[in-house]
């Protein structure tokens, strides 16, 4: 368990480092002047990055040499960092790149976690830090030379303490069809936990902090999402998933009702709203064995459609409160159903 943990340790600082390089390159290289080069590389990055997950997280099931592709990612990012004058192929490199390490990394972590949420709460956090220094302070040239070289370091450490860890399977589950079976109530299920995610991007794009204008409050509310992501594995393994999404979900939505413009209260309202990411990993995982990146993947695919679709809501702020409402109380709903259905059901 020790070596797992100081596995999830270097995969979550790993998680940042590789956000941020997207991020840093991206708005440092491929956010031109112009209208068009911006408008390819936003949809491009995010349909590269985020909604192939799914199908690159099939062929990481498919080929169960995860950690092999951890750094194949790495050197795909990496590759595409120092390609920003050549913008088509840097955007390629870096949002395959991403895609590929996000569920990689997240197969190892799930598979691994022994049916802990923590560990999932503590792969997930960093990746929002990474992609907000990034953000923040592009303009600082150094800023990509670090985090590459930390990249290269640590994936290089990590090559070296965990290549020739066993595998996950044991002989006779390797030699099993990765048969998926879906009935009627895990088909439900899963796209029940799909919706829940979607209004989490949904909501996150949604949300305005007006007081959020300096770039210390941005990335205080980054932190304050990375911590929620934390906590919400943490509390789950220590009271259980009904009682953690029934803090979070009420208390995020009680805060960001209420109090979100004070700087309190709103990074409370977003510290306790991303509570509710491990769970709905781990639920997907649940409904989908050894297809952990695929769920990984499927998880990662509609924050993007999320993310438009809370820029789109932005032009009507009269209705966040309902909007809020709603998906706060479908997101209790589901996962407190979908907790108790998998607890009870056999899905293996």
Known sequence: MKKL?????????????????????????????????????FIGYNVLAFMMQPLVGFLV???????????????????????????YLCLLFLGLGNALFHVS??????????????????????????????????????????????????????????????????????????????????????????????????????TVFNWADEAYLVLLVAIATALGKLLGGVLADKIGITKTILISGLGSLGFLLFARDSIIGGLLGILLFNMTMPITLYLLYKMMPRYEATAFGLAAMVLFPGYVIGMYLQEYPTRYNLIILIASLLTIIFVILFSKEVKKSEFY
């Open 5 to 41: 943990r100081i596995e999830v340790f270097f995969l979550t600082v790993l998680h940042m480092l590789v956000d941020g390089i997207c991020s840093t390159t991206i708005y440092a290289s491929l956010y031109k002047d112009n209208i068009i080069l911006p408008t390819i590389v």
């Open 61 to 87: 099931d498919t080929v169960k040499k995860e950690r092999l592709l951890v750094l194949g990612s790495l050197f795909l990012v990496v590759t595409g960092s120092l390609l920003g004058s050549i913008p």
């Open 105 to 206: 990394a997240g197969k190892i972590t799930i598979t691994n976690s022994n049916q802990k949420l923590s560990l999932l709460g503590v792969f997930v956090s960093l990746g929002v830090v990474g992609l907000t220094l990034g953000m923040l302070y592009y303009q600082f040239s150094s800023l990509l030379v670090i985090l590459i070289t930390l990249t290269i370091l640590i994936g290089g450490c990590y090559y070296l303490i965990f290549h020739q860890k066993k595998e996950f399977l044991d002989e006779t589950q390797k030699k099993q069809s990765l048969n998926l079976s879906l009935t009627n109530i895990k088909i439900v299920m899963i796209v029940g936990v799909i919706i829940i995610v979607m209004f989490r991007g949904i909501i996150g794009k949604y």
